[in-house]
């Protein structure tokens, strides 16, 4: 039993190196923009807020190495979670959704994902919705966009009559380090069960 599952790992290993599967990629095509009316009632969240990081977990070290992994063992929020990019902001003001200082949100990593092209410390109005694995995601469909577009002030003009809600702190770094530890730690694991595998093999 034991030299078939080692037969069987080598099989999907070398399945893996000859044909690598990757994210699907799609072509990013959008719907008659909501106006702000509809926009507001079907977000989950709306905030103005400022981006303060940008992470991506497949770029972490060694995320390469088991790509087929993730891939074909994972479910699919999990897979979205580590493809897409987190947008950390700092939150000024929250008309739906967010009572924190800060919030994260996720999206698609390029333009072809319909990811937005979020910046550096630059202030957005952010619609988002909120998935089955309780993430915050946007797109270039959504009204998302930097406040100092046109359709942001205009958005903003209609969100003043709305109240906003009270704000709260929240220690979101030391959260983000235990995740961030844990991700490397299921890396390293996977990485040398893979060399184990193989050294094995080549015995």
């Known amino acids: 039993m034991k030299k078939f599952l080692q037969i069987l790992l080598s099989i999907v290993v070398l399945c893996a190196v000859l044909f690598p599967p990757t994210v699907p990629a799609f072509a990013c095509s959008c719907f008659p923009m909501k106006d702000v009316e509809q926009a507001f009632a079907e977000a989950d969240v709306v905030f103005r807020g400022i981006v303060r990081s940008d992470f991506l977990p497949m770029?972490?070290?060694?995320?390469?190495?088991?790509?087929?992994?993730?891939?074909?063992?994972v479910p699919y929020n999990l897979r979205q979670w580590m493809y897409f990019r987190h947008f950390r902001f700092e939150v000024i003001e929250s008309w739906k959704g967010v009572d924190y200082k800060t919030a994260t949100v996720l999206t698609g990593e390029s333009s072809a994902s319909c990811g937005m092209p979020f910046?550096?410390?630059?202030?957005?109005?952010?619609?988002?919705n909120e998935n089955d694995d309780g993430n915050l995601y946007t797109f270039v469909c959504e009204r998302t966009a930097v406040t100092s577009s046109q359709s942001a002030i205009e958005d903003l003009k209609y969100l003043e009559n709305l109240p906003t809600r009270p704000l709260k702190?929240?220690?979101?770094g030391a959260i983000l380090l235990v995740l961030i530890l844990v991700l490397i730690l299921v890396v390293v694991s996977l990485k040398y069960l893979r060399k184990r595998t193989f050294s094995r093999e080549n015995r």
Do not use: K, R, S
């Open 119 to 128: 910046q550096m410390n630059h202030e957005y109005l952010v619609y988002a």
């Open 59 to 73: 770029t972490l070290p060694g995320m390469e190495q088991v790509h087929f992994l993730v891939v074909d063992f």
């Open 169 to 172: 702190a929240i220690a979101t």
